[in-house]
């Protein structure tokens, strides 16, 4: 089974967009993705480049995305 690896801010956006949220809004300390009434804050750039598996993880289970939807797995 595939393993949860880190990922660019870019990419995690492209990858929630894939996954039918919309592109980032503005938020007051974080950009933010909506797909129905489901809402993602979109971590902000750091010094990282990556948002790490432990992270990313954390958000996609908040958002409610199974880690085989997130993975592509069918």
Do not use: C, T, Y
């Amino acid at each position: 089974m595939p393993r949860l690896v880190g990922v660019s801010r870019d990419e995690f956006i492209a990858r929630l967009h894939e996954l039918g949220f919309d592109w980032p809004e503005d938020g007051s300390d974080h950009a933010i993705m909506v797909r129905h009434k489901q809402k993602v804050k979109v971590p902000n750039k750091h010094h990282r480049k990556d948002i790490g598996p432990n992270k990313l993880r954390e958000i996609i289970r908040v958002a409610g995305i199974s880690r085989d939807e997130w993975l592509g797995i069918n």
